[in-house]
């Protein structure tokens, strides 16, 4: 079996077919390959000139080796916005394999338009009311913050009394009334060094829908997402080294243990969607 390890130069797309072929995807084609730059699963490969004439265009090892894992990781997806994680997280986690551009253009194809896009409104969302959640929270208050938080990730501009009214939704989910009404008392979800409270929460919710419309009017540029990734690694740089205190807090529905690789995976959509969002809203308040 054609493994990755196999690749040690730089191919033409004929190349690109034939490792796919060698690895068992007899359905690889140019189509194929060209439809996967555009949607940036690839890179655009390197032009190469001579004297007289041109030779073929060149893909780098280390693309020839993504097509490979993209090909692996489809035996375990079905869509192609679920396969561009692939190469966002090769680029938010290594140097030098996915440049930003072809991130730039995944990025879009992750987040995709119409139902699509609506889709990972809806998903930040619930991750969000797992997190937040209170066992004792009704069903009704539930589907109100789901609604909610899924329209402002698809467009709805938060307004003042919008705001005020997801503000409202996230203490019906954090803060039943059935358990805090006559005690009077704020929920804080998480260890003291980060509190989670309901403000923190709307204004992560905020985070989302910013990214979100920011993605959608086409203004996430390559300058916007190396600036993203710097404050990510940085703050994960950070993180990484208090998890183990932060887990020993416990809360949170044990937001705080060691990602496996797939959940790592997983979740790299939404972990730039919300760095995205929280740069583009401190930004706008700084």
Do not use: C
Request: hydrophobic residues 45%; glycine residues 8%.
């Amino acid at each position: 079996m054609h493994t990755w390890q196999d690749i040690t130069e730089p191919g033409t797309i004929d190349d690109l077919i034939a490792d796919a072929r060698a690895a068992g995807h007899p359905d690889m084609n140019a189509r194929l390959i060209h439809s996967w730059i555009a949607k940036g699963l690839l890179d655009q490969p390197r032009l190469r000139t001579r004297h007289r004439g041109s030779e073929r265009a060149e893909h780098s090892v280390n693309q020839r080796r993504l097509l490979l894992l993209l090909l692996d990781k489809r035996r375990q997806v079905t869509h192609l916005s679920a396969l561009a994680q692939v190469p966002l997280a090769v680029w938010l986690w290594w140097d030098g394999h996915v440049p930003t551009r072809q991130a730039q253009r995944a990025w879009v194809t992750w987040v995709g338009r119409g139902g699509r896009s609506k889709d990972v409104a809806r998903e930040g969302a619930l991750g969000l009311l797992r997190q937040i959640g209170h066992p004792l929270a009704t069903p009704t208050a539930k589907t109100r913050f789901v609604r909610i938080v899924t329209d402002l990730g698809n467009g709805t501009v938060l307004t003042v009394r919008g705001r005020a009214e997801l503000l409202d939704a996230v203490r019906e989910v954090m803060e039943p009334d059935s358990v805090f009404a006559a005690t009077g008392l704020v929920r804080a979800l998480g260890p003291a060094q980060i509190p989670m409270t309901a403000e923190t929460v709307v204004g992560y919710a905020e985070a989302l829908s910013a990214a979100l419309r920011r993605t959608l009017d086409q203004k996430v540029d390559d300058a916007l997402l190396e600036r993203v990734r710097a404050v990510h690694r940085a703050s994960m740089t950070g993180y990484l080294a208090q998890r183990a205190e932060l887990a020993a807090a416990g809360g949170l529905d044990g937001i705080f243990r060691e990602p496996t690789s797939q959940e790592q995976f997983d979740e790299v959509g939404r972990q730039l969607l919300l760095a995205l969002g929280l740069e583009l809203t401190h930004r706008g308040r700084a």
